[in-house]
Protein backbone atom coordinates (compact mmCIF):
# COMPACT_ATOMS: atom_id res chain seq x y z
CA UNK A 1 0.00 0.00 0.00
CA UNK A 2 2.94 2.51 0.66
CA UNK A 3 4.73 1.75 -2.45
CA UNK A 4 1.18 2.54 -4.00
CA UNK A 5 0.98 5.97 -2.57
CA UNK A 6 4.42 6.50 -2.74
CA UNK A 7 3.80 6.06 -6.74
CA UNK A 8 1.24 8.37 -6.85
CA UNK A 9 2.96 11.21 -5.23
CA UNK A 10 5.85 11.03 -7.48
CA UNK A 11 4.68 9.78 -10.77
CA UNK A 12 1.88 13.29 -10.25
CA UNK A 13 4.44 15.64 -8.93
CA UNK A 14 5.95 15.90 -12.18
CA UNK A 15 2.28 17.74 -13.55
CA UNK A 16 2.31 20.35 -10.97
CA UNK A 17 6.33 20.97 -11.19
CA UNK A 18 5.08 22.37 -15.10
CA UNK A 19 2.25 23.49 -14.12
CA UNK A 20 2.66 25.89 -11.46
CA UNK A 21 5.20 27.70 -13.49
CA UNK A 22 3.47 28.15 -16.96
CA UNK A 23 2.90 31.38 -17.42
CA UNK A 24 6.69 32.13 -16.42
CA UNK A 25 8.09 29.72 -18.68
CA UNK A 26 5.41 30.75 -21.89
CA UNK A 27 6.05 34.64 -21.40
CA UNK A 28 9.60 34.31 -19.89
CA UNK A 29 11.15 32.14 -22.52
CA UNK A 30 8.67 31.37 -25.12
CA UNK A 31 7.93 34.90 -25.61
CA UNK A 32 4.05 34.74 -25.48
CA UNK A 33 2.03 37.56 -25.02
CA UNK A 34 0.42 37.01 -21.19
CA UNK A 35 -3.40 36.74 -23.03
CA UNK A 36 -2.10 33.49 -24.24
CA UNK A 37 -1.27 31.83 -21.67
CA UNK A 38 -5.49 30.83 -20.72
CA UNK A 39 -5.77 29.84 -24.62
CA UNK A 40 -2.78 27.01 -23.97
CA UNK A 41 -3.90 26.25 -20.44
CA UNK A 42 -7.10 25.34 -22.31
CA UNK A 43 -5.19 23.29 -24.54
CA UNK A 44 -4.07 21.56 -21.92
CA UNK A 45 -7.49 20.97 -20.06
CA UNK A 46 -8.09 19.50 -23.38
CA UNK A 47 -5.32 17.23 -23.07
CA UNK A 48 -6.46 16.52 -19.59
CA UNK A 49 -9.37 14.97 -20.72
CA UNK A 50 -8.04 12.42 -23.14
CA UNK A 51 -5.77 11.37 -21.05
CA UNK A 52 -8.46 10.43 -18.45
CA UNK A 53 -10.62 8.56 -20.73
CA UNK A 54 -7.33 6.98 -22.17
CA UNK A 55 -5.62 5.99 -19.05
CA UNK A 56 -8.87 4.51 -17.74
CA UNK A 57 -9.04 2.33 -20.82
CA UNK A 58 -5.19 1.22 -20.21
CA UNK A 59 -5.52 0.86 -16.27
CA UNK A 60 -8.51 -1.87 -17.14
CA UNK A 61 -6.36 -3.51 -19.35
CA UNK A 62 -2.90 -3.81 -17.24
CA UNK A 63 -2.20 -1.52 -14.39
CA UNK A 64 1.09 -1.88 -13.83
CA UNK A 65 2.33 -1.60 -17.32
CA UNK A 66 -0.22 1.25 -17.91
CA UNK A 67 1.71 2.99 -14.39
CA UNK A 68 4.80 2.67 -16.57
CA UNK A 69 3.88 4.06 -19.57
CA UNK A 70 2.15 6.72 -18.59
CA UNK A 71 4.74 7.59 -15.91
CA UNK A 72 7.50 7.24 -18.07
CA UNK A 73 5.26 9.31 -21.12
CA UNK A 74 5.36 12.29 -18.55
CA UNK A 75 8.72 12.15 -18.16
CA UNK A 76 9.57 12.23 -21.68
CA UNK A 77 7.72 15.10 -22.26
CA UNK A 78 8.46 16.80 -19.25
CA UNK A 79 12.11 16.57 -21.31
CA UNK A 80 10.38 17.95 -24.22
CA UNK A 81 8.63 20.79 -23.02
CA UNK A 82 12.30 22.08 -21.34
CA UNK A 83 13.85 21.50 -24.88
CA UNK A 84 11.02 22.97 -27.09
CA UNK A 85 10.17 26.17 -24.24
CA UNK A 86 11.35 28.72 -26.80
CA UNK A 87 9.32 27.01 -29.54
CA UNK A 88 5.39 28.68 -30.01
CA UNK A 89 4.59 26.10 -31.85
CA UNK A 90 6.23 23.37 -30.40
CA UNK A 91 5.65 24.22 -27.12
CA UNK A 92 1.49 24.18 -27.64
CA UNK A 93 1.80 20.76 -28.36
CA UNK A 94 3.80 19.28 -26.22
CA UNK A 95 2.50 21.09 -23.14
CA UNK A 96 -1.25 20.10 -25.03
CA UNK A 97 0.57 16.16 -25.07
CA UNK A 98 2.03 16.59 -21.04
CA UNK A 99 -2.25 17.23 -20.02
CA UNK A 100 -2.71 13.87 -21.98
CA UNK A 101 -0.09 12.13 -20.31
CA UNK A 102 -0.69 13.81 -17.40
CA UNK A 103 -4.31 12.33 -16.82
CA UNK A 104 -3.48 9.37 -18.31
CA UNK A 105 -1.61 8.70 -14.80
CA UNK A 106 -4.49 9.07 -12.78
CA UNK A 107 -6.67 5.65 -13.56
CA UNK A 108 -3.96 3.46 -13.51
CA UNK A 109 -2.42 5.34 -10.08
CA UNK A 110 -6.01 4.88 -8.35
CA UNK A 111 -6.50 1.46 -9.40
CA UNK A 112 -3.30 0.33 -8.37
CA UNK A 113 -4.31 1.68 -4.69
CA UNK A 114 -7.53 0.31 -4.56
CA UNK A 115 -6.13 -2.77 -5.49
CA UNK A 116 -3.42 -2.96 -2.53
CA UNK A 117 -5.95 -2.02 -0.09
CA UNK A 118 -8.93 -4.68 -0.32
CA UNK A 119 -9.67 -4.69 3.08
CA UNK A 120 -10.87 -0.37 3.04
CA UNK A 121 -10.89 0.89 0.17
CA UNK A 122 -12.81 3.98 0.97
CA UNK A 123 -9.72 4.84 3.07
CA UNK A 124 -7.08 3.78 0.23
CA UNK A 125 -9.18 6.30 -2.01
CA UNK A 126 -8.99 9.39 0.54
CA UNK A 127 -5.42 8.30 1.45
CA UNK A 128 -4.55 8.40 -2.20
CA UNK A 129 -6.31 11.88 -3.16
CA UNK A 130 -4.06 12.58 0.21
CA UNK A 131 -1.29 11.10 -1.69
CA UNK A 132 -1.93 13.24 -5.38
CA UNK A 133 -2.04 16.78 -3.45
CA UNK A 134 1.44 15.80 -1.87
CA UNK A 135 3.01 15.34 -5.39
CA UNK A 136 1.43 18.75 -6.25
CA UNK A 137 3.02 20.58 -3.50
CA UNK A 138 6.04 18.56 -3.86
CA UNK A 139 6.11 19.33 -7.42
CA UNK A 140 5.40 22.95 -7.29
CA UNK A 141 7.90 23.11 -4.05
CA UNK A 142 11.08 21.69 -5.40
CA UNK A 143 10.23 23.42 -8.79
CA UNK A 144 10.02 26.48 -7.20
CA UNK A 145 13.56 25.84 -5.31
CA UNK A 146 14.97 26.11 -8.72
CA UNK A 147 13.74 28.60 -10.30
CA UNK A 148 15.19 30.49 -6.65
CA UNK A 149 18.46 29.25 -7.25
CA UNK A 150 18.48 31.15 -10.41
CA UNK A 151 18.27 28.36 -12.96
CA UNK A 152 15.82 29.97 -14.96
CA UNK A 153 12.81 29.01 -16.16
CA UNK A 154 13.49 25.93 -17.80
CA UNK A 155 14.46 24.59 -14.67
CA UNK A 156 10.99 23.33 -13.63
CA UNK A 157 10.28 21.02 -16.63
CA UNK A 158 13.96 19.31 -15.91
CA UNK A 159 12.78 19.23 -12.38
CA UNK A 160 9.40 17.43 -13.61
CA UNK A 161 11.73 15.10 -15.31
CA UNK A 162 13.59 14.06 -12.26
CA UNK A 163 10.55 13.67 -10.02
CA UNK A 164 8.86 11.21 -12.86
CA UNK A 165 12.28 9.31 -13.10
CA UNK A 166 11.75 9.07 -8.81
CA UNK A 167 7.88 7.82 -9.66
CA UNK A 168 9.72 5.38 -12.76
CA UNK A 169 11.75 3.82 -10.07
CA UNK A 170 9.03 3.60 -6.97
CA UNK A 171 6.92 2.03 -9.80
CA UNK A 172 10.17 -0.43 -10.40
CA UNK A 173 9.76 -1.50 -7.17
CA UNK A 174 6.65 -1.85 -7.06
CA UNK A 175 6.43 -4.03 -9.61
CA UNK A 176 8.98 -6.04 -8.34
CA UNK A 177 7.41 -6.62 -4.77
CA UNK A 178 4.03 -7.34 -6.42
CA UNK A 179 5.50 -10.31 -8.43
CA UNK A 180 7.30 -11.51 -5.07
CA UNK A 181 4.15 -12.03 -3.64
CA UNK A 182 2.31 -13.79 -6.40
CA UNK A 183 2.54 -17.69 -5.39
CA UNK A 184 4.40 -19.49 -8.13
Given at each position: MWLALAMTVFGFAPVFAVITFIAPIMTGVGGFSPGTVPVV??????GLVAGNLIGGKLADRAVMPSIYGSVGLLT????VVALVSS??????????LFGVAAFATVPPLQTRVLDTAAGAPTLASAANIGAFNLGNAIGSFVAG????????YTA?????????????????????????????
Open positions: MALFGVLLAVSQIAFIVAITLTIDAGLGPAWTAALLGLVGLGVAGAAGVQARRLVPA
